[in-house]
């Protein structure tokens, strides 16, 4: 199957596909602006003119402009949107995918649309937008690209929210699409926040104002209503703030689209070469809340920051130890405690969250202490690396287990959870039991 040997390497076969499609490497700015006007003249010179007034804040539809030819819209995608969409294309690829039905909110002259077509032979794909060049230059890649499952149509969500089914798609995207549709009602709530009567000095002070003001939304219910139990929707868009992701955030809590951190990710783009690295939240939501209701600002704020977080090991017995002791409330979803056969001591294991954060942490009868502070959505993973460790020791000691059979700290952040349980279930029959 196609998606299969593009797992095998996902960058080879988006870069086959990107010049199949006509996409080139994009090239210095003021390069690919000389270029462009040679080659398309007076379209060329009315599509940088609006760029331009855009750019200086004027509200103007580009996408006519944008769309006179396939070969015009390949030029500006080669340049702008490539690096972007293929980020996209590569986390759909490297995941655990297997949609039936796709929507792509937004879908431009369609290039992401058919490629999920190719990658999803068996899925129907509908790309969406209201304007009609685009649409026009997307069938024409159907064709070009001899794809019959991809089907796109010149339409707004808000039309055509009544013409399909509840629950139609398993998977619905929208890249850079958000912060302009919805760019006077989060206008809106920002100015609102101004009129907070407290000083807001952290992104929990931003939320308590937030909240009151996020309202209802049909563009966002009717993502909602879209989806299949199951199914996710995809957002990529211009929230590189951590409040500006919260608002995002927030808005589609507050209509039926719940913001899983796993596998959501944060996408890094270089459009050219100059230019400063552009950074996306790649967010993922489903229609189903999170089993432990919302999650924090702290969280979304540690969400944001755990690329660079990672991990926090503080080896040094003493201040792993206080530092440790200090956490103000620590859940400890899992503990191990081993009694070495050879009568040399006892270890005791710790994993579980405090606040935003995780934590793993050692201890012994003869002294050593080691903590690692990580943010929460890595726990999993901290679990999952412990989990041969105990393996290792039930060779040499007694280990008992004690662990919380909800998971709820994993399950708080969309975690799977099951391999995990089935590992202790089959080692330890029941909580504390050898």
């Given amino acids: 199957m196609m998606l299969e040997a593009a797992k095998k390497n996902p960058i080879a076969f988006l870069n086959a596909f990107l010049r199949k499609s006509g996409i080139t490497e994009p090239i210095r700015e003021q390069q690919f602006i000389s270029q462009f006007r040679k080659r398309f003249g007076k379209p060329g010179e009315a599509f940088l003119e609006c760029v331009s007034r855009r750019g200086d804040g004027e509200s103007l539809n580009i996408y006519p402009l944008k769309n006179v030819s396939i070969d015009f819209a390949n030029a500006v995608l080669s340049q702008w949107d490539a690096k972007k969409l293929t980020e996209v294309a590569r986390w759909i690829i490297e995941g655990d995918l297997s949609p039936t039905t796709i929507l792509e909110v937004g879908c431009d002259n369609g ?20 304007n009609p ?66 000083p807001i000095f952290g992104l929990a002070d931003f939320d308590r104002a937030l909240q009151p003001l996020v309202g209802s939304n049909a563009v966002i219910e009717g993502i909602a209503q879209l989806l299949s139990p199951s199914g996710q929707f995809v957002s990529v868009d211009r929230w590189g703030f951590d409040n500006k992701l919260l608002t995002w955030v927030r808005l589609c809590g507050a209509n039926g689209l719940h913001f899983r951190p796993l596998p959501s990710r944060m996408i890094h ?72 056969l050879d009568g040399s001591g006892i270890q005791l294991i710790y994993l579980g969250t405090n606040g935003a954060l995780g934590f793993s942490y050692t ?65 330890f029959p029941k909580n504390g039991d050898e």
């Fill in 133 to 198: 060049e685009g649409i026009a230059l997307a069938r024409q890649r159907v064709v070009a690209l001899g794809l019959t499952n991809v089907d796109f149509q010149c339409t707004s969500l808000e039309t055509s929210i009544g013409t399909f089914q509840t629950g139609s798609f398993d998977l619905i995207l929208a890249v850079a699409v958000f912060h302009e549709a919805l760019a006077s009602e989060l206008v809106g709530i920002q100015r609102g926040l101004a009129d907070y009567d407290y």
């Fill in 111 to 130: 290039w992401l649309a058919c490629l999920l077509g190719l990658l999803f032979p068996e899925a129907k794909v509908v790309g969406i937008d209201p």
């Fill in 363 to 427: 201890t012994t009868s003869t002294g050593f202490r080691d903590l690692n502070l990580m943010p929460i959505f890595r726990l999993q993973e901290a679990i999952e690396v412990a989990l041969p460790q105990i393996e290792a020791l039930l060779t040499v000691a007694k280990v008992t287990a004690n662990w919380d059979p909800m998971m709820a700290s994993l399950r708080r952040v969309g975690a799977p959870t099951e391999r995990i349980l089935a590992w202790l279930e089959q080692r």
């Fill in 269 to 340: 783009v270089k459009r050219a070469p100059g230019e400063d690295q552009e950074s996306f939240p790649l967010s993922v939501f489903r229609s189903v809340p999170l089993a432990e209701g919302q999650l924090s600002a702290e969280e979304i704020l540690v969400w944001m920051g755990s690329e660079k977080f990672g991990s926090m090991p503080i080896p040094e017995p003493s201040a792993a130890e206080a530092i440790f002791a200090s956490l103000s409330c620590p859940k400890v979803a899992l503990q191990f405690k081993a009694t070495y």
